[in-house]
Each structure stands twice: as C-alpha cells, then as structure tokens.
C-alpha cells in the first residue's frame, strides 16, 4: 500500500509505519466512554463524537453502549418503535419461502452454546423481522445474505429496535442491494478496482490480467461481511464503523483487504480461477482495527466522487449515495433518550381522551396510594 500514509490519527488511534496500533495515553477506555455518555446526554446528541468513537479503535466497546448508540447513528427514536409483527405478516408473502431457507441454514450465525430452543425463536423472529420490513416497503426486494444483516441487528438490539433499524438501512446504506436487479450492486462493486489502481498500480494491473473481476467481494458487501466472519466480535465491530460511515466503506474495506494480501495475490498463478479461491476465502486473524484505519484514511484520499466516473461502466443513480448526506444531516438534530422519554409522556398525557374502567387483577398493585381496585385508563 505504498500511497497510503503511513501513520494516521483518529480519535486516539496512531497507526505507525509497520502496521501496529497503538492507542494514544490521553484516550484510554474510561475516557471513551465518558465521551460517548455526554454525546448521548447532550441536546442535541452530539452525533459527530458517537461517529467517531464508532470508528476509532474498540469501537463502541459494549453492547450495552451499541443499543443506545447504533439507534441514535440512523436516526430513529427509541420511544417509537414499530409494533412486533402480527401473526399475517407471513400470509401470502412472495419471499416467504427463501426467507424461512436462508433464515433455517444461518444457525453458525448465533452465538457457540446457545441453546436450540432460543436459537429456534430468535430464527422466527428473523422471519417475521424480514417480512414485516419488506411488507412496510414493497418498492424492497429481498435478496439473500440480508438475513445475515437482520441476525446480527437482533443479536444485539433485539426485536423491535431491529426493525426499525434494518427499515431504515434497507432505504439508505443498503439501498443499492435491494433492487430488482444485480445492476446497482454491480455499480457499487465496480469502486473496488479504482481504488486499487490508485493504492497499487501493480496489483490492480495484476488482477486485471487474471480477469478475475470483483465478484468475490459480493458476499463481504452485501452481508457488511457477516456471512464471512466466524467471530462475531468482529462483526459488531464492523457494524459500529459502518453504521457510523458511508454507505461506500464497506468497499473501501475490502480493498484494504486485498491490500493487505498484496503479497499473497501477486504470489498466486495469474489465472481467474486461482486468484477468485484466493481472495474468497477471506482470513479470520485479519488485523481489523488496523484496517479499519487505513479504510477510512482511502475514504478520505479517494472519496468515492473522485472514483465515480471510473466505477460506473454504465450511467446510474446510486440510491444509497445520493441520499446519504440528506440522511447525515438529518441525524444532527436528534434530542437526547430522557427528553425523548419526557415528550413521549407528555405527548401521552396530552392525547388522553376517553376513560375506560378495568377491574384490577388481585394480583396487581394499585399504581398510588389513593388508587382503587379500579384502574382508570385514559385512551
């Protein structure tokens, strides 16, 4: 990678020159978090310090920051979820069939040692979760290796929040993907060469000879490489930096990958079939954070406008680029969770019209001391 810098800074992030990363002694992990807490309390949320916490080393760092964070990266609000889905959101459904096979075959997607039975419920709700985004927006088409998406949302987020976040991602980031036809992820595909013949012109040459073409990213792209990784530590980790960036760098990813291997490429038989093997199988002891690093540092070299007239054999729309600013701009105005959860209560409270009168079950508390067996509902 002989025209990338050779060390970058991000967010407490030094890569050097030999490729190690060290963290910067004024941001350790205590101070992280504390950056990210006040980005969240903050009014509005300070979204430009959760995308960069996302993208520096660690990433979010727990699960329990990816529920608050990842909602607030798409824009949604927490106190306005989609209801779960109803019992018809399978009925007649033209995708029901390849959704339940792919959803059936995903189970290396879940955690080693769950059990099956929570295994087998978390897989139904995948089904229902997929149908009921696709139900909401008919102009989606479903294509396989989405499932790998929607389990890794609900893994982390569960349910209902996964809704609301692969709604939002299926008409943004994945947008391109969700086409009638392979064109538009073709489209997005065809950044990868251009970006390798900037970094190294010997390797792009190289490829170029073998014929062997951009067909063995597909899966990475489409899955944000779910369905490749076997450590779903680093999948996450993936999935803060997307979730924080471009809808391009899943791409800017995979060329550093294949930079990365530089040496194993060039290596290899220049013939199609040798190089495809090669590059397919992706390694599972990538050094992420390192790569993460160098994406971001290709993104900001050779934005993807530099790259576009390259990329595009033929003239198209990209969906997901063409909306991502509008999209960004739209997440800086976001009020925090406790605002959020005051207006909702005084929203409820201010929409209250109608009494109904329920009989307490014996086995309910009354909500006050001046509460009868009688609980009074406003609707």
Same mark, same amino acid.
């Given at each position: 990678?002989?025209? *990338? ?60 920051? /990816? ?6 990266? &798409? ?5 306005? %979820? ?7 959101? /399978?009925?007649?459904?033209?995708? @029901? ?9 995903? #189970? ?24 009921? $985004? ?25 349910? /209902? ?15 391109? @993907? #969700? ?19 900037? $970094? ?27 369905? $490749? ?8 980790? *993936? ?9 391009? #760098?899943?791409?800017? *990813? ?17 013939? #199609? ?25 290709? @993104? ?5 406008? *530099? ?24 997440? %800086? ?8 959860? /005051? &207006? ?36």
């Amino acid at each position: 990678m002989n025209r *990338l810098k050779k060390k970058k800074q991000n967010a407490g992030v030094e890569v050097n020159g030999n490729g190690s990363v060290t963290r910067e002694p004024d941001c350790g992990r205590k101070q992280k978090l504390a950056e990210i807490h006040q980005a969240l309390i903050n009014d509005p949320v300070d979204i430009e310090t959760l995308r960069r916490a996302a993208g520096s080393k660690g990433g979010l760092l727990t699960d329990e920051l /990816r529920r608050k964070v990842w909602p607030k990266l &798409l824009n949604i609000n927490v106190y306005d %979820l989609p209801h779960k889905p109803g019992r018809d959101v /399978r009925e007649n459904h033209k995708d @029901f069939n390849q959704v339940v096979l792919d959803v059936r075959r995903s #189970m290396k997607r879940f955690p080693k040692g769950m059990r099956a039975s929570e295994r087998a419920v978390l897989q139904e709700q995948m089904i229902d979760i997929i149908l009921e $985004v696709l139900k909401h927006t008919p102009q989606l088409h479903y294509y396989q290796g989405y499932h790998d998406v929607a389990v890794t949302l609900l893994l982390v987020v569960g349910e /209902r929040m996964t809704i609301a976040m692969l709604d939002t991602l299926s008409n943004h980031h994945l947008r391109d @993907f #969700m086409d009638p036809t392979m064109d538009s992820t073709k489209h997005i595909l065809n950044y990868l060469m251009p970006i390798l013949e900037q $970094v190294d012109t010997e390797l792009h040459d190289f490829m170029i000879r073998a014929e062997v073409g951009t067909i063995f990213a597909l899966s990475w792209l489409i899955t944000w490489y779910g369905h $490749v990784l076997s450590d779903f530590k680093h999948t996450m980790r *993936l999935y803060d930096f997307f979730l924080a960036s471009h809808p391009l #760098m899943p791409i800017y *990813l995979a060329a550093t990958i294949v930079l990365h291997r530089e040496k194993e490429v060039k290596k290899t038989e220049c013939d #199609m079939a040798m190089v495809h093997h090669l590059l397919s199988r992706i390694p599972q002891d990538l050094p992420y954070e390192l790569l993460i690093g160098q994406a971001q540092d290709l @993104f900001d070299q050779y934005p993807p406008s *530099l790259l576009a007239k390259r990329a595009a054999l033929q003239p198209r729309k990209s969906l997901s680029i063409s909306t991502f600013q509008a999209f960004q701009l739209a997440t %800086l105005h976001q009020r925090p969770d406790s605002v959020l959860k /005051r &207006l909702t209560k005084a929203q409820d409270s201010s929409t209250s019209r109608q009494v109904v009168v329920v009989q307490l079950s014996p086995f309910m508390k009354p909500l006050g001391p001046c509460m009868s067996p009688l609980l009074v509902l406003c609707l």
